[in-house]
Structure formats: C-alpha cells, structure tokens
C-alpha cells in the first residue's frame, strides 16, 4: 500500500489529532468559564427572590424549575473545570450584575401582587436568559478547538436548557400576562405609593 506523502516535510499528515490550541486561547476561554460561573451563581441566589416576587402560578414554577436548572448549570461548570485542568473560580460578571440589578430595580418600580409585576419579572428573566445563550452559544462552538468533546457537550446541554427557558417565559407572557397588565387597574395601589412617598418626604 502507498504510503500517503505531503509537503509537510514528508511528515504523514495527523488528521485525527485536534491541534493543541495556543495558551491565549485556552486562557480567554477559561476566563470566560469563570465569568458565567459567577454569573451563574449569582443567579442561583437571584431566583428564588424573582420566584417569591411573582404571582402568576406558571411564573412561579418556572422560576422553581430553572433555579434547579441553574444549580445544574453550576455544576457542569465545575466539570469544565475540572476537565480543563483547572479549580474552579468565579470571575465577577459585570453584565449579569448589571442586569440583576436592574431586576431589583423592576421590583421597587411594581407593585406586588400585580401583572405587571409579573411582566417586569420575565422581562428581567429573559435579559438574563439572553445573556446566558449568548455566551454558552459562543463557548461551545469554541470549545470544538479543544481536544475534549465531553466540554463541548456539557455546555451545549446547558444552551438548549437556557433556550426553553426563554421560550417558556415568552409563551407564559404570551399566554395572558401581557395583555392582563395592558388592561389591569392598580388604582387601588395608589393610596399605598402616596403613602410611601409622603413618609420619605
Ligand atoms: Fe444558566
Ligand atoms: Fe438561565
């Protein structure tokens, strides 16, 4: 049989090998592990507050069902890291800090109990849900370049779960919280935000 012969020296070509990458493009990719393994665990305590905010009974489990989802997403992380070689640790994600953030602030500007609560919650929600498929999209197609398809499966697990949930939280929103919080009357409300305000002044 003829031995295959290329330019390369007359070095058989290695096709079956992944190239190494180069150590900037392992460490950018392991600092972006740690920045969505802190914004990860900032959302494992986030949740539960959006959960315990919300009042539409579908809200309420989706925010049950995506906090254990989230603790899952916690976990693959920490299997990244421990494939890569590496401890794992959290770098602070500004973004996500950010966006939480401005939950908080969704949550002071609405009353409780209302629909438009409910809709500031998943607008808040789905910020972070798009934060989250933005990066592990990009993260998985760049851990292809590295020689451990276990990495790539992990965080592709976690894209199509980020995913449903943002599907989810747009056809709960769909279903009947956005057109009840076009029509609902909080009038009610108003002596209580009058209040509050003539305390402060
Ligand atoms: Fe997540
Ligand atoms: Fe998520």
Known sequence: MQK?????NGKLPQSSEVPEVSPEFREFFIDE???IYWAEKLLTKTIPKMQKAATSSELVSAFGAHLTATQQHVERLEQVFELLGEVPKAKKCDAMAGIVEEGKSILEETEKGTHLRDVG???AAQKVEHYEIATYGTLAQLSKSLSNKKISSLLEQTLVEEKEADLLLTDIAEKSI???AAIEDISEELPKRTSRKMATA
């Open 33 to 35: 592990i740690k920045d």
């Open 178 to 180: 956005n057109s009840a």
């Open 4 to 8: 295959q012969t290329n330019a390369n």
């Open 121 to 123: 919650l998943i607008l």
